[in-house]
């Protein structure tokens, strides 16, 4: 009976140096698909990135580097020499606008934050290509109201 002990605490010691070097070379082998990003790369560009990358690992990647340049883009868009207090300057009227364009900052790096801790590989891959479109209909957005406010428009008064 001891025997037996021992061969099975034997093989339950090479099953976990097995799987441990397996882990080890998954590892590994995901560091070498998901190279580095570059901290010059634009938004336009991780978005596309976003919307082709298959591997979660890349996924996850290139998760954090949105959420870098985001953060970095909204905290200069809300500072208080930032394009939100430029237009408030412009066109006070626009207040609720700029006030809808914070929440949805709020939203989107929550959303990106929730993403980073998604383990099922399609619910991350479905989650990122709704976030994809709701980034870039974020930016639509705030795109029009900059234009909006910047151009008066001169036909209204007449």
């Known amino acids: 009976m001891n025997k037996h002990r021992g061969s099975t605490s034997a ?3 090479e099953d976990l140096e097995r799987t441990e070097s397996q882990r080890w070379d998954s590892e590994k082998r995901h560091s070498d698909i998901v190279p580095a990003i570059s901290d010059d790369v634009d938004l336009d ?9 298959a591997n979660p690992y890349r996924i ?4 954090r580097a949105l959420d870098k340049v985001l ?3 909204f905290e200069e868009e809300e ?8 237009i408030g300057r412009w066109a006070p009227q626009f207040y609720p606008s700029i006030d809808h364009r914070r929440s949805e900052h709020r939203d989107i790096l929550a959303r990106i934050g ?3 801790g998604t383990v099922d590989p399609l619910a991350l891959r479905q989650g990122v290509a709704t976030l994809v479109l709701d980034v870039q209909l974020h930016e639509l957005r705030e795109s029009d109201m ?5 151009i008066p428009d001169f036909g209204a008064g007449i």
Do not use: F, K, P, Y
């Open 146 to 150: 900059i234009l909006d406010a910047a």
């Open 71 to 73: 953060s970095v883009q």
């Open 11 to 13: 093989l339950l010691q």
């Open 79 to 86: 500072s208080a020499d930032g394009l939100h207090a430029d």
């Open 114 to 116: 929730e993403l980073e």
């Open 60 to 63: 996850l990647s290139l998760l």
């Open 45 to 53: 560009t991780l978005l596309q990135r976003l919307t082709v990358a």
